[in-house]
């Protein structure tokens, strides 16, 4: 079976790569990512998707369907990039130089998505069946951390065409390793209000001080914190002023004891003046999706963590062993607060166990310069294909050795 998955790469690696180059030279910066959906859609039928339709929140869906409707494996990437740093000269550029695919993206994921588009089309163009459900999805709205689009894609769509995912595979940068968690990350809006802007402006410092002891004293734990002043405001007698507080998460669930202590701290420090109330909420934000959609969504991502001993991991690792690969298990480092994956909606919000597979690396998200290997590119649609058909294929007897 691998000879056949090998023998049949070998003569679309080059189509694989122009495709990841031309969803390189296609902006889709976060909200944006109408070109590249319209891309990703095209190329789907193209290369014989059964069902293929672009969705109300704007995801790409493909899907090519089993023998029986009892499991679903869904590949998922993001179709959104961040904007440009001002350090690249021509981020869009998708040129090829020295093995490697440049441009905004390649890495955070484009490459990814290109790989899980080819990995399904690989099985089938090797002929080797599937019993269960295979769903590839382009998702929009996630490199805010918030992933708007996969929520949408759970919701609703995925139901809507009866396939609930029993596993989902992440095309996000793991160097080709696989990964099954990380931290997370919450924003909070304090807000300070009176009548008195000089009783409101020294609650409000007091908080921050306060705040700010709390961050050196957590510092040992391993605490990250950034806490930042919102511009006063005077209304109708009443002055308002505020702080902004993101905080790491490392467990999940761990979000509700920090707004309890967050509040409680900020309720102490205003109970020192007179009719000065304070106010603590999980940062909210409206988004307008590329198709006209708004969404409020909620400045949050919780912790999670796919059981190291689960089917999925296990099958997924036995089936890069018996392809050759070599796919070591770890966890997303997310080096700045705000960075995340669709792990926390898909593990904590739909219980759907999801590890990440892809070929960038992690450093090279959002980093100027970014890139990808070309040879990685061609290594995770083979990968891929090997995990999917390990997980969803009918199991191929009779292979002879040479084959194998």
């Given at each position: 079976?691998?000879?056949?998955?090998?023998?049949?790469?070998?003569?679309?690696?080059?189509?694989?790569?122009?495709?990841?180059?031309?969803?390189?030279r296609t902006k889709s910066v976060s909200l944006g990512e109408e070109p590249a959906a319209a891309l990703v859609e095209r190329k789907m039928r193209e290369l014989g998707f059964q069902r293929v339709l672009r969705e109300e929140c704007g995801n790409v869906v493909g899907a090519m369907l089993g023998r029986r409707a009892d499991t679903t494996l869904a590949l998922i990437s993001h179709l959104d990039t961040v904007?440009?740093?001002?350090?690249d000269a021509d981020p869009w550029s998708g040129r090829l130089e020295g093995g490697r695919l440049y441009?905004?993206?390649a890495a955070d994921c484009k490459a990814g998505l290109a790989a899980q588009v080819y990995a399904a089309y690989l099985l089938q163009y090797s002929l080797l069946p599937l019993q269960d459900n295979l769903v590839v999805a382009a998702a929009v709205?996630?490199?805010?951390?918030?992933?708007?689009?996969?929520?949408?894609?759970?919701?609703r769509t995925l139901p809507e065409l009866g396939l609930r995912p029993r596993f989902a595979v992440l095309g996000e940068p793991t160097g080709l390793d696989l990964y099954y968690g990380h931290d997370?990350?919450?924003?909070?809006?304090?807000?300070?209000?009176?009548?008195?802007?000089?009783?409101?402006?020294?609650?409000?410092?007091?908080?921050?001080?306060?705040?700010?002891?709390s961050v050196n004293a957590d510092q040992a734990s391993g605490a990250e914190y950034e806490l930042a002043p919102v511009a006063r405001q005077d209304a109708?007698?009443?002055?308002?002023?505020?702080?902004?507080?993101a905080r790491r998460l490392h467990h999940h669930g761990e979000e509700a004891q920090v707004l309890q202590q967050v509040t409680h701290c900020a309720q102490q420090v205003a109970q020192q003046a007179a009719a000065v109330g304070v106010s603590v909420q999980v940062r909210r934000e409206t988004q307008r999706l590329y198709n006209g959609k708004t969404t409020v969504a909620r400045r949050l991502v919780s912790a999670w963590s796919t059981d190291p001993f689960d089917p999925l991991l296990e099958r997924a690792r036995q089936a890069l062993a018996a392809a050759g690969c070599e796919g070591?298990?770890?966890?997303?480092?997310?080096?700045?607060?705000?960075?995340?994956?669709?792990?926390?909606?898909?593990?904590?919000?739909?219980?759907v166990p999801t590890?990440?597979?892809?070929?960038?690396?992690?450093?090279?998200?959002?980093?100027?310069?970014?890139?990808v290997e070309v040879d990685k590119l061609h290594a995770a649609i083979y990968g891929t294909a090997a995990i999917a058909h390990g997980l969803v294929g009918i199991p191929v007897c009779g292979w002879t050795a040479d084959e194998i």
């Open positions: 079976m691998y000879g056949i998955l090998k023998s049949r790469l070998e003569g679309m690696k080059g189509e694989a790569t122009e495709f990841a180059r031309e969803l390189v904007a440009p740093r001002t350090a441009g905004v993206g709205a996630e490199e805010n951390g918030l992933s708007v689009g996969v929520r949408g894609l759970l919701e997370g990350w919450m924003e909070l809006d304090i807000q300070v209000e009176g009548p008195n802007p000089f009783h409101v402006d020294d609650i409000t410092r007091h908080i921050a001080g306060d705040l700010r002891q109708g007698g009443v002055c308002q002023a505020g702080l902004r507080l070591r298990p770890g966890k997303w480092q997310l080096g700045r607060l705000g960075m995340g994956t669709a792990g926390s909606v898909l593990v904590n919000e739909f219980q590890i990440g597979y892809g070929p960038g690396l992690e450093a090279q998200a959002h980093a100027a310069g970014e890139y």
